[in-house]
């Protein structure tokens, strides 16, 4: 039944196999990543390869079943044994894990040293090869994908407790030890599935790679699985057409640098968690802080002189920021383009506009505010809180200002003295040069 | 069964000899400073660093044309420095774990090494994916020999001997330092020693003695010289000293051990050195005087650690000042 | 007026951006038992860590008898928390004791004899001397705390401190380091320990530091030990500061 999907090219075989392994390793890769046993990936996989070397020496004809069932034991044997080593001596998970994955793969390495008639196409495993894989293969890697797909459907819910929370997995209730063994199958399914095309040693990166990609790009488990599906299966193809088109190349190293150049993009361009969404909104939050805080001088300013005159002069906002008149212009330019100041006709001077005057207030007040809060209650000393108020003026919300001003009791000066302006009540009409 | 004991000294004559010397020259700094990896709860940083120093060896290979140039080390530290970068930048910059920045980072540097291998280098006889995995050790009496001694000794059992000579030295001055690091970091950073320092410090000497062990075992089975000696002996030992010579004897049995199978079975050497090796943690696990889990099961009952320190030893002691 | 053991000045420290303690000024005159306490996640350890540059400060600075830390290290004794080390370690009592002689041997020296029979006498003290040969994960938690007090006074240093001695520690144990801690200061000695029980606080310690993510207060027991330093203290008064710290470190 599973032969009519099975293209008869050998280009359609290598990307029916590439998006069997991006499916499989996508999925499972997922978990490893959140549960954060990326190395334990890395062990089960290297410690799959005696299996391999017995499936290749013991099976007459090679048959993918057979070869298939080896490795899965030895990896689920290695992943015992590093539990084993962790459970029963001092030694910390990293050594066990190293141990294991070490002597297996030494384990492998003198087997087939030993065997070398029989076990000539061992480098496919070792380094990878689409190219050698044939229906027979594909037919295996089929139905383990599908199993896996199957029992990550049902058990999504108790493998995402498990994996985010044991003890609460515990306490609904769930069979957390049968469910871990179930991951640890499951793992070691989705790295054999992989093995033929990317091979022993670098099967864990396409477990890891792709689905860390997934996991900077959303914060829906559903989304992280189909996207980490999609990236393995992108790397995959990738890797397998390159690979044929330099000939000698192993699959493997191939893949791994396709998946790794997946997750290069998407470190920088990821919308949320990339790097330059996170250096954009650093940039803007500063072009925040800098139009603000001339807004909140302007506003001084006015203060200072007792709200007697609308207007300010440029060169009088420069010297109250200690910038240059030019660096202040340009603050004054992104001002009036956000609408809140409006410059005078000869363009020497400038005022507020009415929303201007709401934002400078808000700012004095939630300064004032702070440092009141800081004061009276946090116990700091007046000469502690400017700067700490100067921070935090631009980010307070409406809601955390009720919560300050209740606390304080809805206060009118600030600790050194100056009032604190109430935005709310000047644009109910009063005007704030009235008040005093 | 005499002649199973002296079958590789039929075979091989002054051969096994030097070839169970240059094993356990190559396995000696390897299991000094893993068992300090271990200690230290870093030995799969050594995993990650002998991957990652790959693509820095062949580079600078691909230059030189010589496995023993010292221009190889630049390279790989040069490469171990970019894993330790990447690894920075995607787990501080990024919501990604340490651990999966390990694999993204290691991963991807020995692949680009081993596409740089089959690009640059083609069929290179020196340095190809057979010695990758399987490493030069077997090969090694066809190098080239110099005369030391009245001998003609091994090139590689030299350098071996210097590699080994240079790391013992640097242990045996920084033991202290090293010691009090790995046990309380606050205790040491408090006495002034940089953490940090101490840190990039082992990680330059792992790359120095992985790069000096590529030629022999390979860039993968490296990983279990560092850390099967050490972990073996700490199973067997409560004192570090005698932790660090445990793991010394084990490099030299394991040699000795590996030489036999390799000789016996016709198997890879290097890979048997690591599977007597294996062997040998086996036996420590089940017999070891610490940890063994035979002992264990016959004690039957769980260790107590003695509560009755009495308050009065501590009263008295207080006036005695 | 005589130079103070300890003295901080706008001593502020962030992780992640995110603000654990804010500008500490603290000056502790010699021979003082200090008690540090305060709810969980006040800051505590990250006090006496930062003054160890052990945990790196964004602001302030740390003088110890008049001096930079650095000129004055050796004058200082830490004593990390229990938990913060690894028990499993291939070492003896003796040999941890020993790593308090570590700081004054600089770091080629080996311990010679003079060392040894400081830590001897140290281990005597605390009463572990027996016990200098075992490994130290065979010892009961109050064993292990006497060991690494034994390590802090064979530092033979004029400043300790320690981050909670008393954690996890059997009943007798804590009244022998009270004991030992008490013939500290007759000795002249400067002792800050982190503690987290309220009610022995005030009979251990002569001075408290009243600590949450800022200092509340610092002072002899008689005046900082009042209901009104204890609830600013301990109240849950200051969410709004954490919830604005959090903000300010999400941006």
């Not at chain 1, 599973?2 to 050998?10: K, M, Q």
């Not at chain 2, 010397?21 to 799969?44: D, H």
């Not at chain 3, 982190?194 to 009610?199: I, K």
């Amino acid at each position: 039944m599973l032969d009519v999907l099975i293209p008869s090219s050998g280009a359609g075989k290598a990307i029916l196999a590439a998006i069997l392994l991006g499916a499989g390793c996508g999925l499972l890769g997922c978990f490893v990543v959140l549960r954060r046993v990326a190395l334990m990936g890395d062990a089960i996989s290297h410690a799959v390869l005696p299996g391999v070397v017995a499936g290749l020496i013991y099976s007459p004809d090679r048959s993918p079943i057979f070869i298939f069932l080896c490795a899965a034991a030895a990896g689920l044997v290695g992943a015992g044994l590093v539990r084993a080593l962790m459970a029963t001596t001092r030694l910390k998970s990293d050594a066990a894990l190293g141990i294991i994955l070490a002597s297996f793969f030494a384990l492998g390495i003198v087997w087939q040293s030993r065997n070398q008639q029989e076990t000539v196409g061992v480098m496919n495993f070792l380094f990878g090869n689409v190219g050698s894989i044939d229906s027979s293969d594909l037919r295996m890697m089929m139905m383990t994908t599908s199993l896996l797909c199957v029992m990550v459907f049902f058990l999504k819910r108790p493998l995402l407790v498990v994996s985010f929370d044991e003890g609460f997995a515990r306490g609904l209730g769930y069979p957390v030890k049968i469910l871990n063994g179930v991951f640890y199958f499951m793992l070691t399914f989705s790295v054999v599935v992989a093995l033929q095309a990317v091979g022993v040693v670098l099967v864990s990166a396409i477990l890891i790679t792709p689905a860390a990609a997934a996991y900077l790009l959303t914060d829906r488990f559903e989304k992280m699985l189909l996207l980490s599906m999609g990236f393995g299966i992108f790397a995959g193809i990738v890797g397998g057409v390159i690979s044929a088109g330099i000939s000698q190349i192993p699959t493997g190293p191939v893949i791994t640098l396709a998946a790794s150049a997946i997750f290069g993009v998407v470190y920088f361009v990821a919308p949320r968690h990339g790097v330059l969404a996170k250096l954009l909104r650093t940039s803007k939050r500063r072009r925040i802080v800098m139009r603000e805080n001339t807004l909140k001088a302007i506003y001084q300013i006015q203060e200072a002189e007792g709200f007697a005159y609308e207007d300010v002069s440029v060169i009088m906002l420069a010297q109250k920021r200690r910038q240059t008149e030019e660096a202040v212009r340009k603050r004054c330019a992104s001002l009036l383009k956000h609408g809140l100041v409006e410059f005078s006709e000869d363009g020497i001077s400038l005022h507020l506009t009415s929303p201007g005057w709401k934002r400078a207030m808000e700012l004095v007040r939630n300064h004032r505010l702070w440092e009141l809060y800081l004061t009276n209650e946090a116990d700091y000393a007046e000469d502690h809180v400017h700067d700490d108020a100067e921070k935090i003026e631009h980010i307070l919300g409406p809601n955390m200002v009720r919560q300050l001003e209740q606390e304080l009791d809805f206060p009118e000066l600030d600790p050194h003295g100056k009032p604190i302006p109430q935005p709310q009540l000047a644009m109910q009409g009063l005007e704030p040069f009235s008040t005093p | 069964m005499m002649d199973y004991l002296t079958l590789p000294w039929d075979v091989l004559g002054i051969g096994a000899f030097w070839l169970i010397l240059m094993a356990f020259l190559v396995a000696l700094p390897c299991s000094q400073v893993g068992s300090f990896l271990i200690l230290r709860r870093m030995a799969l940083t050594g995993d990650a660093i002998s991957h990652s120093v790959f693509p820095g060896v062949v580079v600078a290979f691909y230059f030189t044309g010589d496995l023993a140039s010292p221009w190889l080390i630049v390279g790989a530290g040069l490469a171990g420095l970019i894993s330790t970068v990447l690894i920075e930048l995607i787990h501080k910059r990024t919501r990604v774990k340490q651990d999966a920045a390990i694999g993204i980072s290691f991963t991807s540097l020995f692949a680009l090494g081993v596409v740089l291998l089959e690009t640059m280098l083609g069929k290179n006889v020196d340095l190809d994916l057979e010695c990758v995995l399987h490493g030069r050790l077997g090969l090694l009496l066809e190098d080239e020999t110099l005369p030391l001694l009245g001998q003609m000794v091994p090139q590689p059992i030299i350098v071996m001997t210097g590699v080994s000579l240079v790391t013992i030295v640097l242990m045996a001055l920084f033991y202290r330092v090293l010691l009090l690091s790995s046990f309380d970091t606050g205790l040491a950073a408090s006495y002034g020693y940089r953490p940090a320092l101490i840190h990039y410090g082992m990680m330059f000497a792992v790359s120095f003695i992985v790069v000096a062990a590529f030629q022999a075992v390979g860039a993968i089975l490296v990983i279990a010289l560092l850390i099967l000696p050490g972990a073996a002996a700490y199973l067997c030992s409560h004192r570090l000293k005698t932790m660090l010579a445990l793991a010394a004897l084990h490099c030299l049995l394991s040699a000795v051990g590996g030489l036999y199978i390799h000789v016996w079975f016709d198997t890879n050497m290097a890979a048997s050195v690591v599977v007597c090796g294996a062997v040998l943690l086996l036996l420590a696990w089940l017999l070891g005087p610490v940890d063994g889990l035979l002992w264990k099961w016959f004690k039957d009952e769980p260790e107590h650690p003695d509560n009755e320190t009495g308050d009065k030893i501590v009263t008295h002691s207080a006036c005695s000042h | 007026m005589a130079t103070p053991a300890l003295e901080t000045h706008d001593l502020t420290v962030t992780y992640h951006k995110r603000p654990v303690l804010y500008g500490v000024d603290v000056t502790v005159p010699e021979g003082s038992l200090v008690g540090i306490i305060g709810p969980n996640g006040a800051g505590k350890s990250t006090l006496i860590k930062s003054i160890m540059g052990v945990v790196p400060s964004s602001g302030g600075w740390v003088k110890v008898f008049g001096k930079s830390l650095k000129e004055n290290l050796h004058r200082v004794g830490y004593v990390p928390q229990r938990e913060s080390v690894d028990w499993d370690f291939p070492v003896t009592v003796m040999d941890v004791a020993l790593m308090g002689t570590y700081g004054r041997l600089g770091l080629f020296r080996r311990p010679g004899k003079e060392e040894k029979r400081r830590a001897s006498e140290a281990l005597e003290k605390v009463g572990m001397l027996p016990y200098s040969n075992r490994q130290i994960g065979n010892l009961s938690g109050g064993q292990q705390q006497r060991v690494f007090l034994a390590r802090a006074l064979a530092q033979d240093s004029d400043l300790y401190l320690m981050d909670e001695p008393f954690a996890g520690v059997d009943a007798a144990t804590e009244a022998a380091i009270i004991a030992l801690l008490k013939e500290m200061r007759e000795r002249g000695k400067t002792v800050l320990v982190v503690h987290h029980d309220l009610q022995s606080a005030s009979e251990y310690f002569d001075r408290l530091l009243l600590l949450n993510m800022r200092l509340v207060a610092f002072g002899k027991v008689k005046d900082v030990f009042t209901p009104e330093l204890l609830q600013k203290t301990y109240g849950g008064r200051l969410t709004l500061l954490s919830e604005v710290a959090d903000r300010a470190a999400k941006l």
